[in-house]
């Protein structure tokens, strides 16, 4: 029993990492160069990112309390551990989700869109708190690739994907706009780079699971 909430709790503390993560990768993507006026802007932005966080954390530590609450009987224990199984099967990407989140487009321009700018971009998304990412459809999991074929074309978890791009994230649209849309960040490289990008955002994001299986080679 003390197993289980001791693994509940890293993995609330780990969500906390993550987004706190965000804000300070964000923060150190040249914010010095902006103008007053987006300097104003994104400071009522990361006050409001705070606020967030700071509610995440009192709704984990009331989580841990009705966890320690609920595993006092067998009932409560199982039905704690159905909902971890769900949101773990979700988090491993098998199954399909759907919610708000930004669909980003990326095709070839002057230059060719490579595999390094997905894998920028879908960091990106991560840092930013997205919750489930797709290329062209295929799943981004733990254990994806994202790897290119002697320069002709892109390959992700195997399966062969070209221009243009359709990125899906789901999360908070507004901080994975922000994590585009920041100045310098990675739709700027792109535009510089004379690769074509644009997104819109959504409140219905639909993103299918992963078909593939997630193998453990070495872990026990």
């Given at each position: 029993m003390c197993l289980t909430i001791g693994i509940?709790?890293?993995?609330?503390?780990?969500?906390?990492?993550?987004?706190?993560?965000?804000?300070?990768?964000?923060?150190?993507?040249?914010?010095?160069?902006?103008?007053?006026?987006?300097?104003?802007?994104?400071?009522?932005?990361?006050?409001?990112?705070?606020?967030?966080?700071?509610?995440t954390i009192k709704e984990n530590e009331e989580s841990i309390e009705e966890y320690k609450t609920q595993t006092q009987t067998e009932q409560g224990t199982l039905g704690?551990?159905?909902?971890?199984?769900?949101?773990?099967?979700m988090s491993l990407g098998y199954t399909n989700v759907k919610g708000q989140g930004i669909e980003i487009t990326v095709s070839d321009g002057n230059k060719r869109v490579g595999y390094g700018d997905l894998l920028v971009l879908v960091n990106e998304l991560k840092y930013a708190g997205a919750e489930a990412i797709s290329i062209n459809?295929?799943?981004?999991?733990?254990?994806?690739?994202?790897?290119?074929?002697?320069?002709?074309?892109?390959?992700?978890?195997?399966?062969?994907?070209?221009?243009?791009?359709?990125?899906?994230?789901?999360?908070?649209?507004k901080y994975l706009e922000s994590a585009i849309n920041i100045k310098g960040g990675i739709k700027d490289e792109l535009e510089a780079e004379g690769k074509n990008i644009s997104y819109v955002l959504s409140d219905e994001i639909l993103i299918n699971k992963y078909n593939g299986n997630l193998e453990i080679n070495y872990g026990e």
């Amino acid at each position: 029993m003390c197993l289980t909430i001791g693994i509940i709790c890293i993995l609330l503390v780990s969500v906390v990492f993550v987004q706190v993560k965000t804000v300070d990768v964000i923060e150190n993507s040249g914010v010095s160069t902006m103008r007053e006026s987006e300097l104003r802007s994104e400071l009522a932005s990361w006050k409001a990112k705070n606020e967030e966080i700071e509610n995440t954390i009192k709704e984990n530590e009331e989580s841990i309390e009705e966890y320690k609450t609920q595993t006092q009987t067998e009932q409560g224990t199982l039905g704690l551990l159905n909902q971890d199984l769900q949101k773990a099967y979700m988090s491993l990407g098998y199954t399909n989700v759907k919610g708000q989140g930004i669909e980003i487009t990326v095709s070839d321009g002057n230059k060719r869109v490579g595999y390094g700018d997905l894998l920028v971009l879908v960091n990106e998304l991560k840092y930013a708190g997205a919750e489930a990412i797709s290329i062209n459809d295929e799943r981004i999991v733990a254990n994806t690739d994202i790897v290119d074929v002697q320069s002709k074309f892109i390959l992700v978890n195997t399966q062969r994907v070209m221009s243009p791009y359709v990125v899906k994230a789901i999360g908070d649209s507004k901080y994975l706009e922000s994590a585009i849309n920041i100045k310098g960040g990675i739709k700027d490289e792109l535009e510089a780079e004379g690769k074509n990008i644009s997104y819109v955002l959504s409140d219905e994001i639909l993103i299918n699971k992963y078909n593939g299986n997630l193998e453990i080679n070495y872990g026990e």
